[in-house]
Structure formats: C-alpha cells, structure tokens
T-cell receptor, first 114, second 115 residues
Framework: DQQVKQNSPSLSVQEGRISILNCDYTNSMFDYFLWYKKYPAEGPTFLISISSIKDKNEDGRFTVFLNKSAKHLSLHIVPSQPGDSAVYFCAASARRGGADGLTFGKGTHLIIQP | KAGVTQTPRYLIKTRGQQVTLSCSPISGHRSVSWYQQTPGQGLQFLFEYFSETQRNKGNFPGRFSGRQFSNSRSEMNVSTLELGDSALYLC??????????????FGAGTRLSVL
C-alpha cells in the first residue's frame, strides 16, 4: 500500500515555463514533507521542505504548497531551466510516532525541453 | 564540509554470500538512515541509527542488519544474499533523530548486484 504517490512518472516542460510536480499522501500522521532531486548515478539531493503547520514554503525558484485537507502537495519550479531535468521524489515523515524513516513516492522524471 | 560517503560504490556478489556496506555521515551528524532503491519498489526505508542505537526499522527481513559506531559511522550487513537484494543502497545522515525533523542528506549509494 503506497502511502506517498506521485502519479505522473514523467513530465515534459519547456524551458522558461513553470514546472508543477504533484504528490498525494494517505497517512494523516505525516507532518513533514520534503522534495528531493536525483540525477543518475548520484544520491538524492535535498531541495525544499515544508512542515504541516504551513501551507507554503518558498526558496528561490522553488515553492512547495501543502493542502492538508486534500493530503496533497506540489512543487513549483519557476522558471524551469535545463539543469532541472532530473527525477524528483516527494518524501514524507511522521516525526512523532510511526516506525518508518522517510516514506518516498516513486518519483517523477522531469524533462526540460529547450 | 564533506558530504555523506559510501563505500564501496559498486559490488558484485553471488547468492548465499553476505555483504557489508559502509557509510560515513557528514561531520557532526549523529543520525544515519539506510534505504534500498529498486526499480519496482522505489526508495524504501531500512533502518535508522542514532547514538549507536537502532531507533526505527522498516519492513525488511532479519537478513538485513546494521550498526553504528561511536564516531557515527555506520555499516549495514546483508546475509544469505538473494537475487532480489540487487539494488542501490543509500545512506543518509542528519544532525538528530527523525523526531527532530531534520533534513536527511544522502550519499551517492552502493550499487549491489547479486548473481
């Protein structure tokens, strides 16, 4: 049973436009969410995080939105650049309670077209 | 500051053998977590160590074990290897345990192939 779902395995966006990556979760104990970016042959690199007490967090070109009632979060990248082409993972954590570490989605492969 | 270092980067073993993977966390980080990444299952949590104690454990058989040393370095061991253990094993470190809500920083991983 997947507790964190990224329903789009891939997404193609033109350079300069907005990239929107989506993530849904089912476990209401999750209270901390993170986005990671992964290039081939490298480990995941942390991008941005958000606590469940917030609904938005911004860091440069990256903004994460959290809708707790819908159990949905999204990552917006504006403007998209060629170097953003990578696999993006959404991850969630139940900081108090629960035996798991980070629970990851299966990733979305973002391709930025020139 | 050096990042998370995992050794070796690549490993080939045969079924039935055992393997030990090593992870050196970022200096000052005391929590180390291990994950398995496979094409079918994605990234799955194995276990977390903090101050030499296993704090959390994922849903993996007892063949998967780990430990953490007093300098926060960690090792994970897989005994009686099976073909399905072929995967990328990732180590992540953070300053404190997951309750602190710290960001986890990942190493490049060890690619294990079981023949």
């Amino acid at each position: 049973d997947q507790q964190v779902k990224q329903n789009s395995p891939s997404l193609s966006v033109q350079e300069g436009r907005i990239s929107i990556l989506n993530c849904d979760y089912t476990n209401s104990m999750f209270d901390y969410f993170l986005w990671y970016k992964k290039y081939p042959a490298e480990g995941p690199t942390f991008l941005i995080s958000i606590s469940s007490i917030k609904d938005k967090n911004e860091d440069g070109r990256f903004t994460v939105f959290l809708n707790k009632s819908a159990k949905h979060l999204s990552l917006h990248i504006v403007p998209s650049q060629p170097g953003d082409s990578a696999v993006y993972f959404c991850a969630a954590s139940a900081r108090r309670g629960g035996a798991d570490g980070l629970t990851f989605g299966k990733g979305t492969h973002l391709i930025i077209q020139p | 500051k050096a990042g998370v270092t995992q050794t070796p980067r690549y490993l080939i073993k045969t079924r039935g053998q055992q393997v030990t993977l090593s992870c050196s966390p970022i200096s000052g980080h005391r929590s180390v977590s291990w994950y398995q990444q496979t094409p079918g299952q994605g990234l799955q949590f194995l276990f977390e160590y903090f101050s030499e104690t296993q704090r959390n454990k994922g849903n993996f058989p007892g063949r998967f074990s780990g430990r953490q040393f007093s300098n926060s370095r960690s090792e994970m061991n897989v005994s009686t290897l099976e073909l399905g253990d072929s995967a990328l094993y990732l180590c992540a470190s953070s300053p404190g345990p997951k309750e602190a809500g710290n960001i986890q920083y990942f190493g490049a991983g060890t690619r294990l192939s079981v023949l």
